[in-house]
């Protein structure tokens, strides 16, 4: 009589038993194949999905009161700086945004060079958004005098150059005075619209010329009509000149 000895199976003895029981059909079943050939077939799998990013003030700067959110600073130029009030966005000042982009995945956007190219700047009437008007690209931007009376917000899409998926949804910061806004209450920019410092008002008596602000001791009279010039002094010489 013939002994039959049981044994157990390794899972790597098990997994080879398995594969060859896989494959022999297969070049069987082909008729196309000679016996004892292999097919092997390579296919593209999807890419692995996972979260979109998002912007963040700093690198260092990471909460969640963080998260949508820019840094912005500005280039006055050789304006004065006397009060608060000429801490404001200015005509002619240089506003940059910075950021950070946050990934749950740690995708990355080096120097922002990808999320940099979705910026738009954009003014509104007030800080709720109303009346918006397009007005440059880029990191950067130079206050018009168009831009006076208005708040200066811009529209960015965090995006990364790796990952999938690596484009979020835009984001619109509506006025970069403030933390509400997208900016910070913590810069040296007080909350408010663009400032024109040439914009002057001027009162006068009808038929004259005569600035009755700058002269304080001028007496008022009766029965008198006074008219008051809103102007724009183009050329910063402090005169009203045709044109402006």
């Known amino acids: 009589m013939q002994a039959t000895v049981k044994r157990r199976l390794t899972k790597v003895a098990l997994a080879l038993v398995v ?5 022999a059909p297969a070049v069987a ?11 092997i077939v390579s296919e593209q799998t ?8 998002w912007i963040t003030r700093a690198a260092d700067k990471t909460a969640d ?13 050789d304006r004065k700086i006397v009060t608060e009030g000429d801490k404001q966005f200015h005509v002619g000042d240089k506003v940059t945004v910075n950021w ?3 990934d749950t995945e740690g995708d990355l956007d080096t120097d922002n060079t990808a999320t940099k190219a979705t910026v738009k700047w954009v003014s509104f009437s007030d800080q709720n958004g109303s009346d918006p008007k397009d007005l440059g690209t880029g990191d950067s931007y130079e206050i018009q005098a168009a831009d006076a009376d208005r708040y200066i917000g811009i529209k960015i899409t965090p995006t990364t150059t790796t990952g999938d998926p690596a ?3 835009e984001l619109l910061l509506k006025d970069l005075s403030t933390d509400a806004g997208g900016g910070s209450d913590d810069d040296e920019i007080p909350e408010g619209p663009v400032v024109d410092e040439n914009v002057h ?6 038929d ?18 006074y008219q008051v010039l809103l102007w724009s002094d183009k050329n910063g010489n402090g005169t009203y000149d045709a044109g402006e």
């Open 46 to 53: 999807g890419t692995i999905q996972g979260t979109v990013p």
């Open 201 to 206: 008002v001027v009162i006068h008596e009808k």
């Open 100 to 102: 950070a982009i946050g």
């Open 65 to 77: 009161t963080d998260k949508d959110h820019v840094t912005v600073t500005i280039d006055r130029g």
């Open 29 to 39: 079943a082909n008729g196309n194949l000679k016996s004892g050939q292999w097919q």
């Open 167 to 169: 484009v979020a949804t």
């Open 19 to 23: 594969a060859g029981y896989c494959a």
């Open 208 to 225: 004259s010329n005569t600035n009755l602000l700058k002269n304080s001791g001028t007496t008022l009279k009766t029965n008198t009509t």
